[in-house]
């Protein structure tokens, strides 16, 4: 194409595309096996999620009222870094009453379950976890 100004009407691309996406289709399958330099192309997957876990939202919620007292408790005119230390300080979600922890096990369940939860349980969590925040 370049030798003849264009004049091929890039001919030789598009062949060379043709050629490509052909042997794409049809080696798709064995590319993961491919070696180049002795290293292989691909053959690993990562795959996140659904957490199934029963204690990651619980873990979650403790390490997020945690952050809403410290942040609370701060005065506005300091500057240096805020310190979360988990480890130091109690959990948060510890101190929550059976009552409220049995409704809030109730949409974590749902939310693990399903993978999403409805309208309803969307502002009942909302509402729980402000009366979290709230109660000192």
Known sequence: DAMLGGASLFLG???GALIGATGALVGSDRLAKVEVLGQPLGGYELRIGPITDPNFPWVML???LL???LVSERNHARREAL???AERDEHQSDAI???RRRKLDGIFRALRNDGAIDRNQRQRLIDEIAA???TP
Do not use: F, S
């Open 13 to 15: 691309a598009g062949i």
């Open 67 to 69: 952050h809403a007292r």
């Open 83 to 85: 310190v979360i230390d």
């Open 132 to 134: 979290l925040i709230e």
């Open 62 to 64: 403790g390490r997020a």
């Open 97 to 99: 009453d059976a009552t």
